[in-house]
Each structure stands twice: as structure tokens, then as C-alpha cells.
T-cell receptor, first 113, second 113 residues
Framework: AQSVSQHNHHVILSEAASLELGCNYS??????LFWYVQYPGQHLQLLLK??????LVKGIKGFEAEFIKSKFSFNLRKPSVQWSDTAEYFC???????????FGKGNQVVVIP | GAGVSQSPSNKVTEKGKDVELRCDPI?????LYWYRQSLGQGLEFLIY????????KSGLPSDRFSAERTGGSVSTLTIQRTQQEDSAVYLC???????????FGPGTRLTVT
């Protein structure tokens, strides 16, 4: 079964600091990878996705993620965070031919003004 | 266009009662998913519908849980004889069936007292 690991569940940063959230998955076949974000009081929104091609993907609001197949990783980055980036971030994986997203436990990110 | 909608947004029920949760997917989306988000468990897959195919029920935690999808659109998740451990946010998502990108609704927060 596919599983997803996210570390450092709670992250506190100051504005303008850089953010990197780790995501590792356990599945050896073809996967599609996602980062979802849940802002306070809002529903899950897609931040970015990787299906194939360039392993460095750009998402909304200045976020990017890099797929490293050899490390089974899909880490999320943002060079300079803003207060409005305070949210919970979930990494998710779906393997080829599967029907379900497997989610990590999430990272609660708090950005201090 | 309109996103995934769910109702009710909040539901408080007494232990032992039955509840029904409703999901309206994005128009034209053939695939519909139910997930559960609870403290300590993260986001868990429950059930998946794709067109007229038999649903994938492998994520349902017990036989008290059931779901149906009428006319290939609206879906209802039913929990019979609710228990306190059923308290969670129940999320519905839909996709166009050809890609793995899922769009989530706002969820129904279920509290069993």
C-alpha cells in the first residue's frame, strides 16, 4: 500500500523566511504527486501537482516542489513566506491505476508577521 | 464555475443515531470520492465512485458506513448507529475521471455526542 510521510508537523516562521516541507512516499511504481493547502476555515485547495516531465514544478503563490524519484521525495519550497501562507499543507500521492489519494499527516505552518 | 458542495456544513448527533451527508460534485465530473479527516488519523480514503462502475468501498471502516451515488451525480454517505469515534470532518472530492486531480468540497463536520 502507498504511504506518505511528512515530518516536522508544526513549523513556525517569520515573514520573509524560507520554507521547505519534506514529503516522502513509499511506492515503487509510477505516481502522481500533489501538495494541497488548507487555509484557516477554508477547504483543501490544490497548490501544485506533478504528473510527468520537468521534476521541478511551479504552483500558485510562489510555491514550487521538486520530485526526486531516487529519493521517493516531493519536497515543497517557498523562498520567502508571507503571513498569508499560514495554513496546513498536505502532501498526497496517487499511484498509477489506483483510485485514491494517500495523504501525509500534514504540516501546520504558522508565519509570524 | 461552481465547486464541490456539501451539506450540512455541521452536524451534531447523539450516539446511536443515523446520519446522512450529501455531496454535489462539480458538474460533468464522473469520479467522486469520500474521505475522512480526523485528529490523529489525518485524511483517510473511504469510498470511490466512477461512472456506472461498482464503487470501490475498500476504505469504509465498518459496515455501519455506506454510500450511494444517484444518477451519476449527487452522493450520500450514510453512517448508521453513530459512535463517538465517527466524529470527524467528512470530505467529498470529484474529478473528471481522466486525470487524478481531485477537487475538494468544504466538508461536513460531524460531532457525535
Amino acid at each position: 500500500a502507498q504511504s506518505v510521510s511528512q515530518h516536522n508537523h508544526h513549523v513556525i516562521l517569520s515573514e520573509a523566511a524560507s520554507l521547505e516541507l519534506g514529503c516522502n512516499y513509499s511506492y515503487g511504481g509510477t505516481v502522481n504527486l500533489f501538495w494541497y493547502v488548507q487555509y484557516p476555515g477554508q477547504h483543501l485547495q490544490l497548490l501544485l501537482k506533478y504528473f510527468s516531465g520537468d521534476p521541478l514544478v511551479k504552483g500558485i503563490k510562489g510555491f514550487e516542489a521538486e520530485f526526486i524519484k531516487s529519493k521517493f521525495s516531493f519536497n515543497l519550497r517557498k523562498p520567502s513566506v508571507q503571513w498569508s501562507d499560514t495554513a496546513e499543507y498536505f502532501c498526497a500521492v496517487i499511484s498509477y491505476g489506483n483510485n485514491r489519494l494517500a495523504f501525509g499527516k500534514g504540516n501546520q505552518v504558522v508565519v509570524i508577521p | 464555475g461552481a465547486g464541490v458542495s456539501q451539506s450540512p456544513s455541521n452536524k451534531v448527533t447523539e450516539k446511536g443515531k443515523d446520519v446522512e451527508l450529501r455531496c454535489d460534485p462539480i458538474s460533468g465530473h464522473t469520479a467522486l470520492y469520500w474521505y475522512r479527516q480526523s485528529l490523529g488519523q489525518g485524511l483517510e480514503f473511504l469510498i470511490y465512485f466512477q461512472g456506472n462502475s461498482a464503487p470501490d468501498k475498500s476504505g469504509l471502516p465498518s459496515d455501519r458506513f455506506s454510500a450511494e451515488r444517484t444518477g451519476g451525480s449527487v452522493s450520500t454517505l450514510t453512517i448508521q448507529r453513530t459512535q463517538q469515534e465517527d466524529s470527524a470532518v467528512y470530505l467529498c472530492a470529484s474529478s473528471d475521471g481522466t486525470r487524478y486531480e481531485q477537487y475538494f468540497g468544504p466538508g461536513t463536520r460531524l460531532t457525535v455526542t
